[in-house]
């Protein structure tokens, strides 16, 4: 591979598999190509998967003298991430960069505005002329949004959700047959989720939420005649053999109702991403908050029909306190582990959730004691084999992309 091919790959698996910004992308290349420009400079003949760490320490060498220390430390950076996709693909068995310590950088404290000094900056620009009017909303947007300045300039109107919030309203006059399908099903998949672990073990509960994924695939291929390829078949057909031998393992009636609302919450999640699927347009907010309100009117609804009180003890109320603590943490990990590192990967680490929501309650000390079935196990091993089987398509499907 010569090196405008392993460039080529190289910026598709950033932007396919990494998910980084065009900026990031286009300094992830330049360094790349700053490394191409020393070696053609110097007559070194070396394609990417012969060069070695002493070309690479001429390199820093000649580079530090026209850049600081953080600019060489960034560069560096850029490289060790080719060289490290190169060993991913097969294409080298070291980094070069591993062998070149970076340059010690001082850590200063960052130099900030105070609040006074932002207002006055902002007053500065005064008047109604269209110039003022600009200045002072770009400097709202950097301070009020805590955007880069890279961010603001390429920001488009696209970009910009004026009608989620404050035309709320006009969003649930247009939300339109596909967001009420998506709502109800999102909806129905939050209430039978609560029925479901409170009728069955949370182990059943989790694995049928973990075959979600060939569900939503299973009714893209009906009602949006997306076509499914003969791996995720086979994925469909490994999870619902699992499925099957989990229900036969669970024939007591209050367990299978448990198992079924299981099922039926997978489906109500799947019916959500599908119904977004068919219209894209559909205000995304809005259907959320659809399936808000079923949820608030059957949980009233039962409150009043069994003369319950949602906050009767200090013991539920610190439940509901460190339930919503951790969904929030967790949440917020995961959104910020998925800018990080591929969807594949991603969606293999997700089975964490499963593997330890079944731990926790099995755990003696959480007084607990779920202890799950051998049907169970059997047919949970089977759900997990089929989704790192359909994890792995998906990852060897998006390489290929990149590589071609």
């Not at 190509?33 to 012969?50: D, M, R, S, V």
Request: proline share 3%; net charge neutral.
């Amino acid at each position: 591979m010569n090196w405008s091919e392993s460039i080529k790959a190289f910026k598709s698996y950033l932007l396919l598999e990494r998910g980084l910004s065009e900026n990031t992308l286009e300094n992830y290349v330049f360094d790349v190509q700053k490394l191409i420009a020393y070696l053609e400079k110097h007559n070194i003949k070396f394609g990417p998967t012969k060069v070695d760490s002493d070309q690479l320490l001429q390199f820093i060498y000649e580079t530090a003298k026209e850049v600081k220390p953080s600019s060489q430390s960034r560069l560096l950076s850029g490289l060790r991430s080719f060289f490290d996709f190169l060993i991913t693909e097969g294409l080298r068995d070291n980094n070069p960069v591993t062998l070149v310590e970076p340059p010690k950088i001082g850590t200063t404290l960052p130099v900030t505005l105070s609040v006074s000094e932002v207002e006055e900056l902002i007053n500065s620009f005064v008047g109604e002329e269209p110039m003022s009017i600009r200045n002072r909303c770009i400097l709202e947007m950097l301070y009020s949004c805590g955007m880069r300045v890279s961010e603001l300039v390429n920001l488009r109107c696209s970009d910009l959700f004026f009608e989620e919030g404050l035309s709320f309203y006009k969003n649930y006059k247009k939300v339109g047959v596909s967001g009420l399908i998506g709502g109800t099903g999102l909806g129905i998949a939050m209430i039978t989720f609560i029925w479901s672990i409170t009728n069955t073990s949370a182990a059943i509960t989790l694995l049928c939420l973990a075959a979600m994924p060939f569900i939503t695939a299973f009714l893209g291929f009906l009602f949006l005649k997306e076509k499914i390829s003969i791996n995720v078949w086979i994925a469909i057909t490994i999870a619902a053999i699992g499925i099957i031998i989990i229900a036969f393992g669970n024939t007591n009636k209050s367990t299978f109702f448990g198992l079924l609302f299981g099922i039926l919450s997978a489906v109500g999640f799947s019916v959500f991403s599908v119904s977004l699927r068919w219209r894209p347009e559909t205000p995304k907010f809005t259907t959320v908050a659809i399936a808000g309100l079923i949820c608030a009117i059957v949980s009233i609804v039962i409150l009043v029909e069994t003369d319950s009180n949602l906050l009767s003890t200090s013991r539920n109320q610190g439940l509901f306190s460190v339930h919503g603590t951790l969904v929030c943490i967790g949440l917020i990990l995961y959104s910020l582990g998925s800018r990080m590192i591929p969807a594949a990967e991603l969606t293999l680490l997700s089975l964490t959730e499963v593997i330890g929501g079944i731990f926790w309650v099995w755990l003696p000390i959480l007084g607990i004691n779920e202890v799950p079935t051998n049907n169970t196990i059997i047919g949970g091993f089977l759900i997990f084999i089929s989704i790192i089987y359909y994890s792995l398509i998906i990852k060897n499907n998006r390489r290929f992309i990149a590589l071609n």
